[in-house]
């Protein structure tokens, strides 16, 4: 913390100016609490600012919407794209009169005393509640391939493909079977010059056509409201499959552009090697591989647990009844990392706030 740092004092501070910092902005709001966001980034939209050009959402407009505003339709797309979503963040932000921070970077929160103090790049600001809601897109996860130090061309994360012209005359192989990298094989296999190898741990699972974010977000709500009821596990999502085949995905799937060959046990200097010594050449690795949540200034409050989580009730730290985690997915609230579904843990987090808060 710089000498010169000015302590500026709130109920609570919202970190992260996303989808799920939004949200919480809103129920906040309604419960009449003195708050501000703090948002790293230097424009409205949160990490999908950052997404590929074709990304669209699972599910029509009406259905992907943050309390209290109905997304608009997006003229000619059943599906939103990533703008269109963008522009309806930014529009939620000025409706509601958020007083969101930006940019302004998190460095730290800590305790201190009765309260949490949250150190950034700019002021201190002293807070009775603190809700994180930073996501997962700023932490990439890569995997620890043999030889991933030995491939001399460009490799890069799920979080640094554009588009498909990034790669004209290219062999590039799509490493994970899950959403992303059906999305972005699929990008590359529809654009001629391009020679795409996708590769899976397993044979990937494509969800029946008539699937959608709806469909999944019923089922993440089952499946918590199951195991809240101590009743068997629905299996939720992963139950149903991996793949949501969106219709670029069906396109290629049904054209026989789209099909999955095993995951390599080795990368090469000029490519990958697989378990039976077959090689393929490279000039490019992305790797669709997930993410994990976004948590380092969190870590002077010593609450990780098992696998990077902070172990919760509901979105509150089950070490710290001050902090609330929203939007990290189903262990902060089922489908809380989506757009439908991070607005009901959002108004839990807000409620259990105000009553900690006496109001």
């Known amino acids: 913390m710089r000498p010169d740092t000015v302590t500026r004092q709130t109920d609570v501070v919202v970190i992260g ?10 129920h906040l709001r309604r419960k009449k609490l003195d708050f501000v966001i703090l948002d790293a980034q230097g424009t409205p939209g949160g990490a999908w600012q950052h997404t590929w050009d074709s990304l669209h959402l699972f599910s029509p407009a009406a259905f992907s919407s943050l309390p209290g505003r109905i997304m608009p339709a997006q003229p000619g797309h059943e599906y939103p794209d990533a703008g269109h979503v963008v522009e309806y963040l930014s529009d939620y932000e000025q409706r509601y009169e958020l007083p969101v921070h930006r940019p302004v970077r998190v460095q730290q929160v800590r305790r201190d005393g009765d309260r949490l103090r949250v150190e950034t790049d700019k002021d201190t600001w002293s807070a009775r509640a603190v809700v994180s809601a930073t996501g997962t897109w700023w932490r990439p996860f890569l995997p ?3 030889g ?5 061309s460009r490799q890069l994360h799920t979080t640094g493909y554009r588009r498909p012209s990034d790669f004209a005359g290219q062999r590039v192989v799509v490493v994970g079977g899950g959403n992303s990298g059906a999305q972005i094989a699929a990008d590359l296999a529809t654009h001629d010059g391009i020679d795409p190898t996708w590769v899976t741990q397993r044979p990937p699972r494509f969800l029946a056509d008539d699937i959608d974010g709806r ?6 709500t089952a499946r918590r ?16 499959g991996d793949i949501v085949a ?5 396109e290629a799937r049904d ?3 789209l099909k999955a060959s095993p995951m390599f046990t080795r990368l090469t200097a000029d490519g990958i090697e697989w378990a ?3 090689r393929a050449a490279a000039d490019a690795v992305i790797w669709c591989t997930g993410f994990r949540p976004a948590l380092y200034h969190l870590a002077a409050l010593g609450l990780r647990g098992p696998r990077g989580h902070i172990p919760t009730h509901g979105t509150r730290a089950a070490g710290e009844p001050r902090l609330h985690l929203l939007g990290y997915g189903d262990w902060t609230g089922p489908a809380s990392a989506t757009l439908i579904g991070v607005g009901r843990p959002a108004r839990d987090a807000a409620a259990e706030i105000a009553e900690l808060l006496g109001r």
Do not use: C, M, W
């Not at 100016?17 to 939004?22: H, S």
């Not at 469909?215 to 993440?220: H, P, Q």
């Not at 969106?246 to 069906?250: G, L, S, T």
């Open 225 to 240: 409201r199951a195991l809240d009821e101590g009743r068997t596990d629905t299996g939720g999502v992963a139950s149903l």
């Open 144 to 146: 620890a391939t043999p």
């Open 255 to 257: 054209a026989g552009l």
């Open 276 to 278: 039976d010594g077959t």
């Open 246 to 250: 969106v219709p670029p995905v069906r």
């Open 17 to 26: 100016g996303g989808q799920a910092g939004l949200a919480a902005g809103y």
């Open 215 to 220: 469909a999944l977000f019923d089922a993440a």
């Open 148 to 152: 991933r130090n030995d491939f001399a």
